[in-house]
């Protein structure tokens, strides 16, 4: 039995699983995440779609892989026709809307190609992504470029704070020592405290503008995707967070000199990049990292008046809570800056499920291999709606939820399209080229590049922290081989016969058998 009535689904932008405490962050940077890991369900190895922001988030939005629904990076277009969460759940009379970030991408030519208006009516609701923008905001709005989201500059300036564009002037920005302005976009003042105070951030916003949805929602059963744009870079943060935590609280990189020798040309074509070569450096890292923390700890905090607010009203009595990231940041492990490539500080993500239901389990650990694209399947069985299988390509991890132990994946996937980055122009490599696939069992993972390039290929089990490549290990061509084979066999499985569900074609009882068709008969 569900006692499943809404959904919170709640992520985080750029932050990675083991900063928080409850996966193993040595600092006490997370207790009211902690929390929620406690009355739910924390998977161990949970995995973006894909390690950049956009593709991750339309496969979460689709329950669909990139290689599928096509958004294969930042700004890419999700193409009109794929459906989303809310083109699920609002036919059920499920209220779906969106608190702060989404990073979706209108396919403006494909709704006008409909006949439709993507300012109105459903051609709106395409042009969002299936989300009502209860208060979107995506974040990141540099000084004199238009956005077509951000009330919270619009907020911002009702709290008296003038100017074109006051994000930028305050929330993104410090002052120095003479008072002068001290840019967030400039990682030497990562350490100085932001211009606003802690109950104006975003991440205050994001949290008040959730109450104030559940407060004003009624009775109606809602999801509410709450998305928080923290802790992605900027890195500068309000008082008293900028100064929580210093460089003794961050952790050692995990890397090796061996790396910057790698034999696969575009593993050091990525370290060459301009952000990759600035968190190589020590002194970086122990600046960026302290404001990186408090960022998180001031997410956890306002995280905790919402969940409060949820056990005060009585909410959390028939709400699924799920708490999660769209990808991790390196922040110079493997001589890496941002998040792009298949490593596990990028590419594994933080996932905990609180399923209100009798008889879910409690402070659980799961070590299956999940992906993002089974939230879309667990949020519509959690609320006993069909799942269709010839479209989404995620697994419902509702039995995970409700004790059962067995889980059928034995590989999880990843993909990045590479083809805006500087390596891919060194590397002559076309438009189409430039795609990074992952592939990763329980002990394996093997990367592909594409062309002609060595693969790169870890033992989990005896290099947990992927130093040693193996992508060109005589010893271990059986390995790559079969690697190689399950990333095959996953492309071949992909869902594209989207328009008519498989019940359906399994009912035909021949080719010709509609329509009084007669063919090969003497």
């Known amino acids: 039995m569900t006692a499943v009535r809404n959904i919170l689904f709640i992520m985080c932008d750029q932050l990675r699983a083991d900063y928080l405490s409850c996966y193993g962050a040595a600092a006490p940077v997370t207790p009211n995440i902690d929390r929620l890991a406690a009355r739910g369900m924390r998977f161990d190895r949970a995995y973006a779609a894909a390690p950049v922001c956009g593709p991750s988030r339309m496969s979460f939005y689709t329950g669909r892989y990139a290689f599928s629904h096509?958004?294969?990076?930042?700004?890419?277009?999700?193409?009109?026709?794929?459906?989303?969460?809310?083109?699920?759940?609002?036919?059920?009379?499920?209220?779906t809307a969106v608190v702060g970030k989404t990073h979706h991408e209108p396919d403006l030519d494909?709704?006008?190609?409909?006949?439709?208006?993507?300012?109105?009516?459903?051609?709106?609701?395409?042009?969002?992504?299936?989300?009502?923008?209860?208060?979107?905001?995506?974040?990141?709005?540099?000084?004199?470029?238009?956005?077509?989201?951000?009330?919270?500059?619009?907020?911002?300036?009702?709290?008296?704070?003038?100017?074109?564009?006051?994000?930028?002037?305050?929330?993104?920005?410090?002052?120095?020592?003479?008072?002068?302005?001290?840019?967030?976009?400039?990682?030497?003042?990562?350490?100085?405290?932001?211009?606003?105070?802690?109950?104006?951030?975003?991440?205050?916003?994001?949290?008040?503008?959730?109450?104030?949805?559940?407060?004003?929602?009624?009775?109606?059963?809602?999801?509410?995707?709450?998305?928080?744009?923290?802790?992605?870079?900027?890195?500068?943060?309000?008082?008293?967070?900028?100064?929580?935590?210093?460089?003794?609280?961050?952790?050692?990189p995990v890397r090796s000199d061996t790396e910057r020798d790698s034999a696969n040309p575009v593993f050091r074509g990525f370290q060459d990049h301009p952000e990759c070569r600035t968190f190589s450096e020590d002194t970086v890292r122990s600046h960026v990292i302290p404001a990186y923390m408090g960022l998180i700890r001031q997410v956890d905090a306002h995280l905790g008046r919402l969940t409060a607010h949820l056990d005060k009203t009585g909410c959390a009595e028939n709400t699924m809570i799920v708490f999660t990231s769209d990808h991790g940041d390196y922040l110079g492990d493997h001589w890496q800056g941002e998040k792009e490539f298949m490593y596990e500080q990028s590419v594994r993500i933080p996932l905990i499920v609180v399923d209100p239901s009798p008889g879910a389990v409690r402070g659980g650990r799961s070590t299956a291999l999940i992906e993002g694209v089974d939230l879309v399947p667990t949020f519509l069985d959690a609320l006993d709606e069909p799942v269709p299988d010839h479209v989404v390509e995620g697994r419902s991890l509702l039995p995970l939820l409700r004790g059962e132990t067995a889980w059928p994946r034995e590989a999880a996937f990843?993909?990045?399209?590479?083809?805006?980055?500087?390596?891919?122009?060194?590397?002559?490599?076309?438009?189409?080229?430039?795609?990074?696939?992952?592939?990763?069992?329980?002990?394996?993972?093997?990367?592909?590049?594409?062309?002609?390039?060595?693969?790169?290929?870890?033992?989990?089990?005896?290099?947990?922290?992927?130093?040693?490549?193996?992508?060109?290990?005589?010893?271990?061509?059986?390995?790559?081989?079969?690697?190689?084979?399950?990333?095959?066999e996953w492309m071949r499985e992909r869902r594209n016969r989207i328009a008519m569900t498989d019940a359906a074609v399994q009912g035909w009882t021949s080719p010709a058998g509609a329509g009084g068709v007669t063919i090969g008969v003497w």
């Open 414 to 488: 990843s993909e990045l399209d590479y083809a805006v980055y500087p390596t891919a122009r060194r590397l002559g490599l076309g438009a189409s080229e430039a795609r990074m696939t992952m592939v990763r069992t329980d002990r394996w993972k093997l990367v592909l590049f594409g062309r002609d390039f060595p693969p790169q290929l870890f033992d989990l089990h005896d290099d947990p922290d992927e130093l040693v490549d193996l992508g060109t290990d005589a010893g271990r061509r059986s390995i790559r081989d079969e690697m190689g084979g399950r990333m095959f």
């Open 110 to 252: 494909g709704i006008r190609r409909l006949g439709l208006s993507p300012s109105e009516g459903a051609g709106s609701r395409i042009a969002e992504g299936g989300f009502e923008p209860y208060a979107r905001d995506d974040g990141i709005h540099p000084d004199g470029v238009p956005v077509r989201h951000a009330p919270y500059n619009a907020y911002l300036r009702t709290r008296g704070y003038t100017g074109a564009n006051p994000w930028h002037a305050y929330a993104n920005a410090a002052l120095d020592e003479d008072g002068a302005l001290a840019s967030g976009w400039q990682l030497r003042n990562a350490r100085r405290p932001a211009r606003i105070p802690d109950a104006l951030s975003e991440s205050a916003w994001n949290v008040d503008r959730a109450i104030e949805f559940i407060d004003a929602h009624g009775d109606a059963p809602w999801c509410l995707h709450v998305s928080f744009i923290k802790p992605h870079w900027p890195y500068i943060v309000s008082a008293p967070y900028h100064e929580t935590f210093g460089p003794e609280d961050c952790p050692a």
């Open 70 to 95: 096509g958004a294969t990076w930042n700004f890419v277009p999700l193409p009109a026709g794929e459906r989303t969460l809310g083109d699920y759940l609002r036919p059920a009379g499920v209220r």
